[in-house]
């Protein structure tokens, strides 16, 4: 049996809970059966409102599965409970409480990768009592609030074609979610596309390029991948937006894919694994949408449809998730 012992650390899930935060326990259940496979001793420890330091005696002594997520319209709990497994100098897995806050940011993260000189959509920060930077980014806009996660925001249709639409919306996001700046972005037009990372002995690994196809979308129904098309079992978002792995035909764009995801992982701070998804633009050109650091290990999710694309097992997954933790703990 290994000496490794491990806890897996989710947040508490109640039985009301939307989809988008109830998708947590999936994770927990591949996660255990992955540590059972390895023969790693583990517990399971569900946290309350990010409070971690109720638990101190269940994790002394166990490299931690962080699996701690915040709830809608509370985002900064991701990060702030991830902050407390470093103050109690607990091992864990995944990326830091520094890469959470700069990618739960999605601003912060633009300008991060703006800086790297990774491509990035037109847009900014949308000030609904200052409009002025409707007439530098050309429409139509996609307008989201810039800190949630899960596609939370992005019901309906969250695409504008007009300067009175993206105000209606703006106002509307900034009421329902208040104090989070409202990011608007060029909406792109093309493909999409998104590249699991995974760390590896030699460093991080890009897996299988996923597409996302949107099939059959009629016209007034946005292609992309909202909150419908990830939590709405049944409806039409979910049932004709299919993930699919591209032919060799395409590979020299996914090799450039698969790059530019790479190229995100050391100016965001990634550990352990990560998802980066992308667009193409009116060009074909692929943009950066976002970085996703601890994205959904669930087995039906499109981390884990990747992996086994790459011919790695649960098992493989959270082994090599679990290598990244402990060689990076600190010595004693």
């Not at 101190?56 to 497994?85: F, S």
Request: proline letters at 8%; one cysteine or more; hydrophobic letters at 45%.
């Amino acid at each position: 049996m290994s000496t490794l012992r491990a806890a897996v650390v989710h947040t508490a899930v109640d039985p009301e809970a939307d989809p988008s935060t109830a998708d947590v326990l999936d994770q927990v259940r591949l996660f255990e059966q992955g540590l059972t496979a390895l023969d790693v001793r583990h517990t399971t420890v569900a946290v309350r409102e990010g409070r971690v330091w109720e638990h101190v005696a269940a994790l002394a002594g166990t490299v931690v599965c962080n699996l701690l997520e915040a709830p809608p319209g509370r985002p900064q709990l991701h990060a702030a409970a991830t902050a407390a497994l470093e103050i109690l100098g607990v091992p864990f897995t995944g990326s830091s409480a520094g890469a959470l806050w700069l990618t739960t940011d999605k601003l912060a993260t633009r300008a991060v990768l703006s800086g790297e000189g990774l491509p990035v959509a037109a847009g900014g920060r949308l000030d609904p009592k200052h409009p002025e930077l409707l007439d530098l980014v050309p429409p139509p806009w996609i307008l989201k609030p810039a800190w949630e996660d899960a596609s939370v925001g992005l019901e309906g249709n969250p695409v504008c074609a007009t300067g009175a639409e993206a105000m209606v919306r703006a106002r509307a996001l900034k009421s329902r979610f208040p104090g989070q700046p409202i990011l608007l972005e060029h909406f792109l037009p093309g493909r999409e596309f998104n590249v699991s990372l995974l760390a590896s002995p030699h460093g991080p690994e890009a897996l299988p390029v996923a597409e996302i196809v949107f099939v059959d979308f009629p016209a007034g129904v946005p292609a992309l991948v909202g909150y419908e098309a990830k939590w709405a079992s049944g409806s039409f978002e979910e049932t004709h937006t299919v993930r699919r792995f591209p032919s060799r035909d395409d590979e020299p764009l996914l090799a450039r894919v698969r790059r530019l995801a790479l190229a995100c992982w050391e100016p965001c701070g990634l550990a352990g694994y990560a998802r980066v998804d992308f667009r193409l633009d009116e060009t074909g050109t692929p943009v950066i949408l976002e970085v996703n650091t601890n994205p959904c290990l669930s087995a039906d999710a499109g981390f884990m449809a990747a992996a086994t694309r790459a011919g790695l097992t649960a098992a493989d997954v959270v082994g090599r998730i679990l290598d990244a933790a402990v060689g990076r703990a600190p010595a004693g």
